[in-house]
Nanobody, 121 residues
Framework: QVRLVESGGGLVQAGGSLRLSCEAS????????RAWFRQAPGEAREFVAA????????AYADAIKGRFTVSGDVAKNTIWLQLNNLKPEDTAVYYC??????????????WGQGTQVTVSS
């Protein structure tokens, strides 16, 4: 079992920044691939970014490429998502996930509770 806890969401004006955190506990050594997804009201959950410590790579959705940056610290079992130049369409609940790979939320076994990001225009 893996437990994920996100934090760092909030209300920000368009053009502003936030830094989301996701701390993992439990059987984290078996789950070196971590991903961020988001879900806006009435919309499907969508892939945002991913990081793999074993593979040494990061991946981003086209909609946020160049504005968001994913990073991580293996020793702290924590990943971060730096959100810059935020737009109102970035408003969503942001989720951390592990226990899987790829851009489909169905590919992941473990999820955090989510953190709300609201961007005002």
């Amino acid at each position: 079992q893996v437990r994920l806890v996100e934090s760092g969401g909030g209300l920000v004006q368009a053009g502003g920044s936030l830094r989301l955190s996701c701390e993992a506990s439990g059987r984290t050594s078996d789950n070196s691939h971590r991903a961020w997804f988001r879900q806006a009201p009435g919309e499907a959950r969508e892939f945002v970014a991913a990081i793999s410590w074993s593979g040494g790579y990061t991946a981003y959705a086209d909609a946020i490429k160049g504005r968001f940056t994913v990073s991580g610290d293996v020793a702290k079992n924590t990943i971060w998502l730096q959100l810059n130049n935020l737009k109102p369409e970035d408003t969503a609940v942001y989720y951390c996930a592990t226990g899987g790979v790829g851009a489909s939320p169905r590919g992941y076994e473990y999820w955090g509770q989510g953190t709300q990001v609201t961007v005002s225009s």
